[in-house]
């Protein structure tokens, strides 16, 4: 329901929600979400170029013009992730290309920095592409429908989503039949691309199943499956345990997936976020280790003449630009050749007064939108005129917002001043009731960041009122709460588990890491719960994992299994519940805006409503109470993923495995059509 | 021994001793050494537009340096075919004394040539500042992006820091080159001193020229 707003409410409104102060940190859920405002204009010229470079690949018709690489100069700031979530959108539109997104940053091992590509590749690969379907199914559904029209000339071919929907059906009927429509569709993907992997084509098919596409897509990622599950599939062992040779393994893989996905789609690879700061055991920067990285991954792709291409983009910053010119002569072995195909270099340009119109108009816009508000004038507080005055000076898009949320408190400041008739206490009434009011948006809730930040916020002020001496009971669920700590080693956390919560339980001490996880896709949950099952590591007593329960998790992922261990292992899931967070987020935006109601921490602290908000506040209990130690089914769907094979089955599948292949290796070309009339439009 | 001076060396020990003297109308007898070489010096430095000519009364002529004639100067110092071979008075070496104390003082570490400029206007400004990006963007193989500070240090004193400044921000609001930053962790101060500033926000270190 829209509400026509009054100026009085829109400077209301503003003063208590800075709308310039979310977006100044840029994450990945924006790459890959679709709600990401974009400025057309802005750096059209680096977009077009993708497109561009891109359409020539599909067109050219030579193997040796089929991978080509761009290097894009940008300073921070410059709206990159503008940028590439501007081209996803295209792709996904168009449909004829996958975006693969490598952000550096997340790399944590630089020693396996291949695998933590193939990661990238897997996970990027499971976001959304065309009408619902990953990125996988879409490549999976092509290659399938390549196999039916390939074995029978007439066959009536479905759409991919109708496949998808009939994968799983299909595939039992021929089980019970005794086939297996897996291998017989990937044995004709197979003599259509003889060089291509037997495995890498059986698992993409795979991950067109509901039932069995998780554990596909974590075989792809690189994940060790359990081994009855791999056989089931039919799919070889990771070499899970040991990292080293998954690392050696892991280009030559990528590769092998690139060359198959490249007959189907462009495939358009991102490299982001170079300038990270860390160093691997020799001292090799990340930029160091990923240029190299991308020189080897170049050096390996191999496509063929008809394949759609694939295009390297690597954002880096001048001077790491620089750094590559001037390390040694141009010769056709240096890494510069590699990273950069191309002799014109593209920068990012800045803001200028048109856009930086623009860029404020949409953001309120979009702000105003959540919230579900008409208000017309888009600029408010600013003007035009100020807006493209201060736009000539050329800002970063970062610089712009940041100074759009320096300016604007200021704008509001003389025009709504606090009543100062009321008292302390009535003005945080008044405060509270209007944080309170305001409506969470789907972001906020899909933002672990923030969340934690609200929960840890809360812990960190009754800690606080405790050592005030403020609190009369001061067990909460029996325990004492002593410190909030961050989460180390940080290499190995990567920002899953969010802080650590510690204390003493009947004089016991207890460790609580708590980790928020709303993510929706099965990779990044399996990677979260396996931190927060690593008492050792990260030196914890408990895990408790703070998630929707509408989010719930499938029986067919890994995070089943890894829930199950959870609760053996003493931990928790804390259901988070829109409603119950909103008390809490209203009660940290008063203390963050104290200033501005004109009440001291102090005073703030005095509250009982204060005392009582934090302390009896089911969320912060629950996470503190001893977990009831049970699996709560409500928060589970779909089916666990159910053995296709007998003990014995599985059995000579593993002993038969490799003799599968060669066998199909030598096998001639046939014309013996096989029979896929469960997959085919009835 | 007359055959050692060359038009460098005349120029430059005119321009020292002037320096020195550090006045306004100088009677030539002051400041110009004995010879037809130092003379036609004299008329040259007049043409290049280095000193100013004022006649005194209808026979003589009396000489200021134009800051043109410091740039010429601080150019000729730093030039390796400069090199004195006689023992000189105190206006020569008082002169160096007086270049060096200016310099330390006005611009720590960046003793650079340059600075021979004439620049008046945007027009002027705008075509040397492409110019002169092109010219080194090929010659140094800068690959697109060539630091502020070069161009400010070649610029020079013709134009002023805040007029720079404004030029380049001009420039850029024209479409005809953007500025960009970087991560000058490691960038030595004094090229960030002559970079840009851009108000309330960051440094911008290079010009793209668009």
Known sequence: ?682 | MATKISPLYAETRILLSLFAIDEDKVSPSNFVPKGTKYKQALVDLVEYGCLSETLKGKRYKKYSLLPQGKHQLLKNLSNDELSFFSVLGPKTTNGLLKVFRELDHNNPGSIQNGHRHAISSYQDFSSFVIGFCQKINIEDNLDGLIPIYRVRREVGESVDREKFDNWLFELQADNRLQMMGDDLSDTPQDQKDDSVQIPGGNLRFYIKLL
Not at chain 1, 21 to 41: A, C, M, R
Not at chain 1, 76 to 89: C, M, Y
Request: charged share 30%.
């Open chain 1, 1 to 682: 329901m829209s509400q026509q707003a009054s100026i009085t409410e829109i400077n209301e409104l503003l003063q208590d929600t800075n709308p310039f102060d979310k977006g100044l940190v840029v994450k990945d859920q924006n790459i890959w979400g679709t709600s990401f405002p974009d400025i057309p204009e802005l750096n059209k010229h680096v977009s077009d170029a993708i497109y561009a470079s891109m359409n020539k690949l599909q067109e050219s018709p030579s193997s040796l013009d089929k991978v080509s690489s761009m290097v894009i100069r940008a300073q921070r700031g410059a709206g990159k992730t503008h940028l590439i979530s501007r081209v996803r959108k295209q792709i996904k539109t168009e449909g004829n290309a996958v975006l693969i997104y490598a952000g550096a940053d997340k790399y944590s091992e630089l020693e396996l920095i291949a695998s933590s590509f193939r990661e990238s590749v897997a996970d990027s690969l499971e976001r959304e592409g065309l009408q619902g379907l990953t990125q996988w199914q879409e490549i999976a559904a092509q290659l399938v429908i390549t196999a039916l029209k390939k074995n029978k000339n007439n066959a009536k071919v479905p759409s991919a989503q109708a496949l998808a929907q009939k994968f799983d059906q299909a595939y039992s009927k021929s089980h019970k039949n005794g086939r297996d429509l897996v291998t017989e569709l990937a044995k004709v993907v197979r003599h259509l691309h003889p060089d291509s992997d037997l495995y890498i084509i059986r698992a993409i098919i795979w991950t067109l199943s509901e039932e069995r596409g998780a554990l596909a897509v974590k075989w792809l990622a690189g994940e060790e499956l359990n081994a009855e599950d791999a056989l089931d599939l039919r799919l070889s062992a990771n070499d899970g345990q040991d990292a080293d040779v998954r690392e050696a393994k892991a280009l030559n893989f990528i590769a092998k997936v690139l060359s198959l996905i490249g007959e189907y789609r462009t495939v358009l690879i991102c490299f982001d976020e170079l300038d990270t700061v860390k160093e691997n055991s020799l001292g090799y920067t990340v930029f160091q280790v990923v240029i190299d990285l991308v020189k080897r991954l170049f050096d390996s792709i191999v496509q063929s003449d008809s394949s759609q291409g694939v295009l390297i983009a690597t954002f880096l910053l001048p001077k790491e630009w620089q750094f590559l010119i001037q390390d040694g002569p141009d010769s056709s072995t240096s890494p510069k050749s590699r990273i950069s195909t191309q002799s014109e270099r593209l920068d990012l340009r800045p803001l200028n007064s048109e856009t930086m119109v623009q860029l404020v108009s949409l953001w309120m816009r979009d702000f105003y939108k959540r919230r579900k508000i008409v208000f017309e004038n888009y600029l408010y507080p600013f003007t035009a005129d100020e807006l493209s005055s201060y736009g000539k000076q050329g800002y970063t898009v970062r610089e712009a917002l940041q100074w759009c949320a320096q300016q604007l408190p200021l704008k509001l400041k003389n025009i709504d001043p606090p009543p100062e008739s009321l008292t302390d206490k009535e003005r945080f009434e008044v405060a509270y009731k209007k944080a309170l009011a305001r409506d969470l948006d789907e972001d906020d809730v899909d933002s672990n960041t923030f969340i934690s930040s609200v929960l840890r916020f809360s812990f960190e002020r009754i800690i606080i009122l405790l050592k005030k001496g403020k609190l009369k009971n001061e067990l909460i669920e029996n325990v004492r709460l002593e410190s909030v700590e961050n989460v180390v080693p940080r290499s190995k956390n990567n920002g899953y588990i969010n802080f650590k919560v510690c204390g003493q339980e009947d004089n016991v001490p207890v460790v609580i890491g708590v980790e928020v996880l709303q993510q929706k896709n099965g990779l990044s949950v399996g990677a979260g719960f396996r931190r927060l099952l690593d008492y050792e590591t990260f030196d914890m007593t408990r895990g408790c994992l703070v998630r929707s329960l509408e989010r719930k998790i499938k029986r067919n992922w890994d995070s089943h299994e890894y829930y199950q261990q959870l609760i053996q292992k003493g931990g928790e899931w804390v259901h988070l519940k829109k409603e119950e967070l909103k008390p809490l987020i209203a009660l940290k935006n008063v203390y963050d805006n104290h200033e501005k109601y004109n009440i001291s921490i102090n005073k703030l602290d005095l509250f009982a409503f204060t005392r009582d908000s934090l302390v009896k506040y089911p969320l912060i209990k629950e996470i503190l109470s001893r977990p009831e130690g049970r699996v709560v089914e409500e928060a589970l769907e779909g089916k666990a993923v159910e053995r296709l094979h007998s003990e014995q089955e599985i059995q000579s599948i593993a002993e038969n495995l490799n003799e599968t292949l060669e066998s199909l290796d030598s096998e001639e070309d046939t014309d013996k059509e096989a029979d896929f009339a469960e997959l085919e439009v009835a």
